[in-house]
């Protein structure tokens, strides 16, 4: 049986970068070209067009991995940042899966 809630919004669990609307976050490459920011490093995967993609595998408690993709404009310079998270733990008994998507303009 589906829990009720299932869409409520509850707070972000640890392992998972928090942002705030309107918070500034600085982003760096890394010298082995992963992204990263302050509590979190996201591994380079590919570049195509003015797309680079970064990526950690799924895991038993990080069920969808975790995903970074830059979007870059005509000169090569980055423009939005698309960052999503998953983690799966028990809330008492029951199994539960947190997804927190950011988008930084």
């Known amino acids: ?4 809630d299932v869409t409520k919004n509850l707070a ?10 309107g918070e500034a976050v600085p982003f760096t490459v890394g010298p082995k070209g992963q992204l990263t920011a302050e509590g979190m490093s996201i591994p380079f995967k590919e570049a195509v067009a003015n797309l680079n993609a970064y990526w950690i595998p799924p895991s038993l408690d990080n069920p969808s991995g975790d995903l970074g993709q830059v979007t870059k404009n005509w000169r090569n310079q980055p423009r939005k940042i698309f960052l999503s998270f998953a983690k799966f733990k028990f809330v ?5 899966t947190y997804l927190v998507a950011y988008t930084l303009n």
């Open 1 to 4: 049986m589906c829990d009720p």
């Open 92 to 96: 008492g008994i029951a199994p539960t």
């Open 12 to 21: 972000v669990p640890g392992g998972i970068p928090t942002c705030e609307v």
